[in-house]
């Protein structure tokens, strides 16, 4: 299926062909590639960030060359921890090609949304963001916690937002649960893989008004009901086990 899709799109087969020749990523599975250059061609996103750089930084800047409408100017903002691998791409990457597209290394930091806490870019360029790819940084500090956490760009760049932004967050479970518990179930889907698509986590258009944690009335309206009451068990009888 996705390898139909690629030979259907021969402007995609040709970056794609490219991105191997030359970026040595490890990067996302072809039916992610084809799910990105699907998604940016039915949205029309005009400014978007990359958490993590590589072979789908080819994908999305190439749809978003063909879904780019006249007079707008797309951007995107792919940002990098690794400095190593940031110099990599940046010589890897067909700049003149795709003059729109900024690489931005920055090292990986903490942060803390209530008592979520999660990896960050130290430092993202500020932006009208309307669609967020979440494939970096590392899940892992270990000099702060030896356990996998989520990563809250995209939840840092919601505190800030009164635009709706939406995310595709490429299989990162922790990721996934981390925001299904900021922005509750209605908000975030997580779709496993299979039939020629990869484990993707889908966010539906949110603001800030969105982040349930933030108040507390809605949260307790919200999420909270789920953990309400267990059949008919007594608290005594529950804590019993
Ligand atoms: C899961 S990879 C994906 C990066 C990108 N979204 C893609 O699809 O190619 C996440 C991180 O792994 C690192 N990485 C990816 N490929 C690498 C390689 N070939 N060598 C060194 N580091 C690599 C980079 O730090 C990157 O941000």
């Not at 009451?229 to 068990?233: C, F, L, M, N």
């Given at each position: 299926m996705a390898r139909a899709y690629v030979a259907e799109h021969p402007r995609l087969a040709e970056v794609l062909a490219h991105a191997d020749r030359v970026s040595g990523s490890t990067g996302v599975q072809l039916a992610d590639s084809v799910f990105l250059h699907k998604a940016v061609l039915r949205l029309r996103p005009t400014t978007v960030l990359e958490c993590g750089t590589g072979r789908s930084t080819f994908v999305l800047a190439q749809a978003m060359a063909e879904a780019a409408q006249p007079g707008t100017r797309p951007r995107l903002v792919s940002m990098e921890h690794d400095r190593a691998w940031f110099e990599a791409a940046l010589r890897a990457f067909p700049k003149d090609e795709f003059p729109f597209v900024e690489i931005v290394h920055s090292p990986q930091a903490l942060h803390g949304y209530s008592f979520v806490r999660g990896t960050v870019y130290s430092s993202v360029p500020t932006a009208p963001y309307d669609l967020v790819f979440v494939d970096?940084?590392?899940?892992?500090m270990s000099s702060v916690h030896p356990h996998t956490m989520c990563n809250l760009d995209f939840i840092r760049l919601v505190e800030q937002s009164d635009r709706p932004v939406r995310a595709i967050i490429d299989n990162r479970k922790h990721t996934v649960l981390a925001y299904t518990v900021i922005l509750g179930r209605a908000k975030v889907r997580f779709f496993p893989g299979g039939r020629g698509q990869g484990s993707l986590g889908i966010v539906a258009p949110v603001t800030r008004k969105d982040l349930l944690l933030a108040d507390k009335m809605a949260m307790r309206k919200t999420l909270f009901p789920e953990f309400v009451?267990?059949?008919?068990?007594t608290p005594l009888a529950f804590l019993e086990g």
């Open positions: 970096g940084p590392g899940q892992e009451r267990i059949g008919g068990d």
